[in-house]
C-alpha cells in the first residue's frame, strides 16, 4: 500500500520525502521493523520508542512517523546522506492515534465490513462475550474472539498477549478474521485499551456496559477518569446506528444511559429496564430465571452458576436480540454455553464439597462472588485470595473487609505479587479485616492445599483472584502456576488421607 493511502485520516504536522513510497508493513517495535516498512515511534509509559528510529531504518524501514521532534540533521541524513535507502518522515501530533488510524487504513478497515460488539465494564466481560459467541454460533454464524484468555477465529484459539490488543494487532486480528469467513466479531474492550486508543478508528456495531467497580486506579487515578475511558466506547467509538445495551442496576450505567443518545436497551433486575431476569433459581447445576422484554417472557436455562451470570446472560440476550437473533436461537445459544475457564468454574476431583477457582481480582467481583456461592449451599464459605502487587493499593483493606465479613474463613495469600513483598501485601490486606476469622499464608500452593484440608462436607471453597492464569509473576519472573491444578492436586490429596 502507498504511504499516501496510509496517512488519509491521520493528521500531519510536516510530511519530508515521498509520500508515494511503498509500505510493506507497519512496525511500532524496531525489532519487528523490515524492508519495505513504515515504522511508528511511541512514547511508552517505560520506553521511548524515538530511541529505536535508527535501530528500525537499519533493519530495512522506509518511512517514519513520529511525534517528538527530531533534529533537521537527522532528517537529512535520513534522506540520502547517511541511509543506503532515502526515507520518508511524518511528524504528527500523537503517534498512538496515528498508529491506530495506519493499521486501520493498511488493514482495509475490516471493522466497517464485519458486526464487531465491543463489551465493556469492571467485571463480567469475559463470560458475556462467550456467551454472545455461543449464542450467534447457534444462529450459523463464524464468529471471532477478542479477550482476556485467548483470541479465536471460530474454533481456532490464540494465546491473548493482553485483553484487547494494540491498535496493529488489533486491527490485523480483525482483518484475518474477516478473512476467514467470520462474519461477526466480539472483543472485550478494556479502559487501557480505550484510554491509549488501540480501537480508535473501529466500527463497533453495538456495544455492552456491565457495570464500573474499583479496579486500574494506579493507572486511572479516579473513578471518574476511569468511566470517562469507558464512556468513550459509547460516545465516540459506536457506529452511528448503533445499540448500547447499558446495566441499569449499576450507578455508573445509569450516569451512561443519561449522556447517550439513539439506540438504548437496558437490563437488569428492576422494574422498567428494557430486559429483566425475574424467578432466579441458582444451583449446583446452573440457573434458571425468565427474562421479560417488550412484553414477552422467555424460560432461561444455563449451566452457568451464580448472580453475577444472570446479568452476563441478561447483556448477551440483549445485544443479541438488537442485532435480530431470533429468540429461540438466543435460548439455545445460553443453555448450550458453559462455563468460561476460571469464572465461577466449578473444580471436581471426587470430593464432598463445592471449589470454585474464579477471577474475582476486585472488590466488587469478590463480594458477588461469596455472595452467589452462599446462596448455593448450607455449608461453611472457606474464601482464599489475595492482591496483586505493583497495582490499586487502596483495594487490599477493602477486599480484607468484604472476605472476612462474607466468609466463614478465609485465607489470605499472595496473587501476582510482582515487585512487592506478599508479606507487605498481606499486611495492608488485613488492615481491612473486620473478624478474627482469617490466616495468613504467603505460598498460594499452601493455602490453596490448606482451605481444602479444612473443608467438610456440602463447605464450598473459593479460590478468588487468578481465575484462568496459568503462571504467577514474583519478583521480574513469571513463574508456572495454575490454581486449578493446584486445587484438583490438593483434593486428591484430601480424598487418599481420609
Same mark, same amino acid.
Given at each position: 500500500?502507498?504511504?499516501?493511502?496510509?496517512?488519509?485520516?491521520?493528521?500531519?504536522?510536516?510530511?519530508?520525502?515521498?509520500a508515494a513510497?511503498?509500505?510493506t508493513?507497519?512496525?511500532?517495535?524496531?525489532?519487528?521493523a523490515?524492508?519495505?516498512?513504515?515504522?511508528?515511534?511511541?512514547?511508552?509509559?517505560?520506553?521511548?520508542?524515538?530511541a529505536?528510529?535508527?535501530?528500525?531504518?537499519?533493519?530495512?524501514?522506509?518511512?517514519?512517523?513520529y511525534?517528538?521532534?527530531?533534529?533537521?540533521?537527522f532528517i537529512?541524513?535520513?534522506?540520502?546522506?547517511?541511509?543506503?535507502?532515502?526515507?520518508?518522515?511524518?511528524?504528527?501530533?500523537?503517534?498512538?492515534?496515528?498508529?491506530?488510524?495506519?493499521?486501520n487504513?493498511?488493514?482495509?478497515?475490516p471493522?466497517?465490513?464485519?458486526?464487531?460488539?465491543?463489551?465493556?465494564?469492571?467485571?463480567?466481560?469475559t463470560?458475556?462475550?462467550?456467551l454472545?459467541?455461543?449464542?450467534?454460533e447457534?444462529?450459523?454464524?463464524?464468529?471471532?474472539?477478542?479477550?482476556t484468555?485467548?483470541?479465536?477465529?471460530?474454533?481456532?484459539?490464540?494465546?491473548?498477549?493482553?485483553?484487547?490488543?494494540?491498535?496493529?494487532?488489533?486491527?490485523?486480528?480483525?482483518?484475518?478474521?474477516?478473512?476467514?469467513g467470520?462474519?461477526?466479531?466480539?472483543?472485550?474492550?478494556?479502559?487501557?485499551?480505550?484510554?491509549?486508543?488501540?480501537?480508535e478508528?473501529t466500527?463497533?456495531?453495538?456495544?455492552?456496559?456491565?457495570n464500573?467497580?474499583?479496579?486500574?486506579?494506579?493507572?486511572?487515578?479516579?473513578?471518574?477518569?476511569?468511566?470517562?475511558?469507558?464512556?468513550r466506547?459509547?460516545?465516540e467509538?459506536?457506529?452511528?446506528?448503533?445499540?448500547?445495551?447499558?446495566?441499569?442496576?449499576?450507578?455508573?450505567?445509569?450516569?451512561?444511559?443519561?449522556?447517550?443518545?439513539?439506540?438504548?436497551?437496558?437490563?437488569?433486575l428492576?422494574?422498567?429496564?428494557?430486559?429483566?431476569?425475574?424467578?432466579?433459581?441458582?444451583?449446583?447445576?446452573?440457573?434458571?430465571?425468565?427474562i421479560r422484554?417488550?412484553?414477552?417472557?422467555?424460560?432461561?436455562?444455563?449451566?452457568?452458576?451464580?448472580?453475577?451470570?444472570?446479568?452476563?446472560?441478561?447483556?448477551?440476550?440483549?445485544?443479541?436480540?438488537?442485532l435480530?437473533?431470533?429468540?429461540?436461537?438466543?435460548?439455545?445459544?445460553?443453555?448450550?454455553?458453559?462455563?468460561?475457564?476460571?469464572?465461577?468454574?466449578?473444580?471436581?476431583?471426587?470430593?464432598?464439597?463445592?471449589?470454585?477457582?474464579?477471577?474475582? !481480582?476486585? @472488590?466488587?467481583?469478590?463480594? &458477588?462472588?461469596?455472595? #452467589?456461592? /452462599?446462596g448455593?449451599?448450607?455449608?461453611? +464459605?472457606?474464601?482464599?485470595?489475595?492482591?496483586?502487587?505493583?497495582r490499586?493499593?487502596?483495594?487490599?483493606?477493602?477486599?480484607g473487609?468484604?472476605?472476612?465479613?462474607?466468609?466463614?474463613?478465609?485465607?489470605?495469600?499472595?496473587?501476582?505479587?510482582?515487585?512487592?513483598?506478599?508479606?507487605?501485601?498481606?499486611?495492608?490486606?488485613?488492615?481491612?479485616?473486620?473478624?478474627?476469622?482469617?490466616?495468613?499464608?504467603?505460598?498460594?500452593?499452601?493455602?490453596?492445599?490448606?482451605?481444602?484440608?479444612?473443608?467438610?462436607?456440602?463447605?464450598?471453597?473459593?479460590?478468588?483472584?487468578?481465575?484462568?492464569?496459568? !503462571?504467577? @509473576?514474583?519478583?521480574?519472573? &513469571?513463574?508456572?502456576f #495454575?490454581d /486449578?491444578?493446584?486445587?484438583?492436586?490438593? +483434593?486428591?490429596?484430601?480424598?487418599?488421607?481420609?
Open positions: 500500500m502507498k504511504l499516501s493511502e496510509i496517512l488519509k485520516d491521520i493528521e500531519t504536522i510536516h510530511v519530508s520525502g515521498d513510497a511503498e509500505i508493513g507497519i512496525a511500532y517495535d524496531s525489532r519487528k523490515g524492508p519495505g516498512h513504515l515504522f511508528i515511534a511511541i512514547r511508552g509509559e517505560k520506553v521511548d520508542g524515538h529505536f528510529i535508527d535501530e528500525a531504518v537499519k533493519r530495512g524501514a522506509v518511512a517514519v512517523l511525534e517528538n521532534p527530531l533534529s533537521p540533521a537529512s541524513g535520513g534522506r540520502g546522506e547517511t541511509y543506503p535507502a532515502p526515507l520518508t518522515f511524518i511528524r504528527v501530533k500523537d503517534s498512538k492515534k496515528a498508529l491506530a488510524s495506519a493499521a487504513a493498511f488493514f482495509m478497515k471493522s466497517e465490513k464485519l458486526t464487531v460488539i465491543g463489551v465493556t465494564g469492571t467485571n463480567g466481560k463470560t458475556t462475550t462467550y454472545i459467541k455461543s449464542i450467534l447457534s444462529w450459523g454464524k463464524k464468529v471471532g474472539l477478542i479477550g484468555i485467548q483470541y479465536m477465529i471460530g474454533d481456532e484459539s490464540f494465546e491473548a498477549d493482553h485483553t484487547t490488543p494494540e491498535s496493529l494487532e488489533f486491527q490485523e486480528l480483525l482483518f484475518k478474521m474477516l478473512a476467514s467470520c462474519t461477526y466479531v466480539i472483543s472485550e474492550v478494556s479502559s487501557h485499551a480505550l484510554a491509549q486508543k488501540r480501537v478508528g466500527a463497533f456495531k453495538a456495544g455492552v456496559f456491565t464500573l467497580t474499583r479496579d486500574h486506579l494506579d493507572f486511572h487515578k479516579t473513578m471518574e477518569d476511569y468511566f470517562a475511558a469507558k464512556e466506547l459509547f460516545t467509538l459506536l457506529d452511528s446506528r448503533a445499540t448500547s445495551v447499558i446495566n441499569y442496576d449499576d450507578v455508573w450505567g445509569r450516569k451512561l444511559i443519561d449522556i447517550l443518545r439513539g439506540n438504548i436497551y437496558t437490563f437488569g428492576e422494574t422498567g429496564t428494557d430486559i429483566m431476569a425475574t424467578e432466579i433459581h441458582t444451583s449446583f447445576d446452573g440457573l434458571r430465571f425468565k422484554m417488550r412484553g414477552r417472557t422467555y424460560d432461561i436455562v444455563s449451566p452457568l452458576m451464580g448472580l453475577p451470570n444472570v446479568y452476563n446472560i441478561l447483556s448477551a440476550a440483549g445485544v443479541s436480540a438488537s435480530g437473533v431470533p429468540w429461540l436461537v438466543i435460548l439455545d445459544g445460553i443453555k448450550r454455553a458453559g462455563p468460561v475457564k476460571g469464572r465461577f468454574e466449578k473444580v471436581n476431583a471426587g470430593q464432598e464439597f463445592l471449589a470454585v477457582v474464579d477471577y474475582a !481480582h476486585t @472488590e466488587d467481583a469478590l463480594e &458477588r462472588l461469596i455472595y #452467589s456461592a /452462599r448455593l449451599s448450607g455449608g461453611k +464459605i472457606i474464601t482464599v485470595f489475595g492482591c496483586g502487587g505493583d490499586d493499593r487502596g483495594k487490599r483493606p477493602r477486599m473487609s468484604i472476605a472476612t465479613r462474607l466468609s466463614d474463613f478465609v485465607i489470605i495469600t499472595s496473587d501476582n505479587p510482582r515487585s512487592e513483598k506478599p508479606e507487605e501485601i498481606i499486611k495492608e490486606i488485613e488492615t481491612g479485616a473486620v473478624r478474627k476469622n482469617y490466616l495468613t499464608e504467603p505460598d498460594r500452593k499452601e493455602a490453596i492445599k490448606r482451605a481444602v484440608f479444612l473443608a467438610g462436607d456440602n463447605d464450598i471453597v473459593l479460590i478468588a483472584g487468578k481465575g484462568h492464569e496459568t !503462571h504467577q @509473576e514474583m519478583e521480574g519472573k &513469571r513463574i508456572a #495454575s /486449578r491444578l493446584i486445587l484438583e492436586e490438593a +483434593i486428591r490429596q484430601y480424598i487418599s488421607n481420609k
